[in-house]
């Protein structure tokens, strides 16, 4: 495959267990046909709707500054006067924008909905100056008679198109965040991390090819570059096991945890570890299912989870994108990223609903989707 072509993207304790939980039998896996012809697949972010979102405006009065020595002065009681509230990212005063140079400032009087407050017709296009200031005569001299109805960008700009959209309307300050700027720029992740991206993620196909429901997971702590639970989908025998709430039980089981086996719903066939996976797609450079604790990594590996929640730092790689149910287990257990294959009409990770950004919730997470989309059309 194209390296270039796939790394296109498009315009978000208990004990440590160093073992990969399993819900299906190695040779299971090793025994599915599974077609891992790799097609071109584009890493897509499913960032919030506040980054693609289109400049929204918001009417202000605008008057020209006649005196330009007048200027701070103005700014300080037009600032004390009529504060810009929520508008803190728009500019006071701007060189008026007729193209020519030293044409004169422009100055922002009030919000039209200041106006309004003050009982005058804040959809007038013009208003006298004076109707509006409530000041001495010094600063009225230092502005125009009428001030005019112009708009202005109502929220700062969180993306570099954004800003250059919101500048057109009005000068605006712009704090580009690095990390949205890179992920929008398909600047994340090396080709060495596309390839771990996408070996996990053919893991997940082949547990999806043995699920009858066709919907593989895999948890991997990146940091070791480590499964640490696979499953598959298991809802034709159970409602509640889907590929993504069984890996999250399997990881629970390897903290001493879970639910589903400890109470009769064997969650697969055998949860007895097994040989280690014929095809070894999966990099697994440190841990191995023999290792003990101790041993793994040359450190005890429970000194690193520190967290009580279950999947902190952890990724999961799903070949079909969550439901609702499934996304608030996620938020639940605290996992960091999630990488899905394919969209789904019901999806709670970007078709839907965008639960891992939701401002409401506590815990928020990276999302990403596209990888190996062809293969995960199951
Ligand atoms: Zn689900």
């Known amino acids: 495959m194209s390296e270039k072509k ?52 918001e009417n202000v009065y605008v008057a020209e500054v006649l005196d330009q020595k007048m200027t701070a002065q103005l700014v300080k009681t037009l600032s004390s006067q009529y504060p810009l509230t929520g508008l803190s990212h728009v ?60 708009v202005v960008p109502k ?108 109470y009769g719903l064997q969650i697969g066939p055998n949860l007895q570890e097994a040989e280690s996976l014929n095809d070894s797609c999966i990099k697994r450079e440190n841990h191995t299912t023999s290792q003990s604790l101790d041993e793994c990594c040359g450190k005890d590996c429970r000194l690193t989870k520190t967290s009580p929640y279950l999947c902190t730092g952890y990724d999961l790689y799903v070949t079909r994108e969550p439901c609702t149910m499934c996304a608030m287990a996620l938020v639940h257990s605290r996992i960091r990223r999630v990488f899905y294959g394919v969209s789904t009409p019901w999806g709670a990770l970007g078709s839907r609903y965008k639960i891992h950004v939701w401002e409401g919730l506590n815990h928020h997470f990276e999302v990403w989707k596209g990888v190996l989309e062809k293969q995960c059309q199951l």
């Open 6 to 57: 796939r790394k296109h993207v498009s315009p978000d304790h208990k004990n440590y267990v160093n073992k990969t939980v399993r819900s299906t039998k190695d040779e299971d896996i090793s025994k599915t046909n599974v077609d891992l012809h790799i097609s071109p697949w584009y890493l897509t972010p499913v960032l919030a709707d506040k980054y693609y979102q289109h400049t929204e405006s």
């Open 91 to 150: 500019k006071r005063v701007r060189a008026r924008a007729n193209g020519k140079k030293n044409a004169g400032l422009e100055i922002i009087i009030c919000r039209a909905i200041d106006v309004n407050i003050n009982h005058l017709d804040s959809s007038s296009t013009s208003i006298q100056t004076e109707k509006i200031m409530k000041t001495d005569v010094s600063h009225l001299n230092a502005l125009s008679e009428f001030c005019k109805l112009f």
């Open 155 to 262: 929220y700062p700009p969180l993306t570099r198109k954004q800003y250059e959209q919101s500048s057109q309307l009005w000068p605006v300050q712009f704090h580009e965040d690095k990390y949205i700027a890179r992920v929008m720029n398909n600047q994340v992740f090396t080709t060495s991390e596309l390839n771990f991206i996408e070996q996990n993620m053919s893991l997940a196909l082949k547990l999806a090819m043995v699920s009858k429901c066709h919907v593989g997971a895999v948890v991997v702590d990146p940091a070791t570059k480590t499964v640490v639970a696979r499953a598959h989908d298991f809802r034709n025998k159970h409602t509640l096991q889907h590929a993504v709430m069984v890996a999250i039980d399997l990881v629970a089981q390897g903290q001493n945890g879970g639910a589903w086996n400890r």
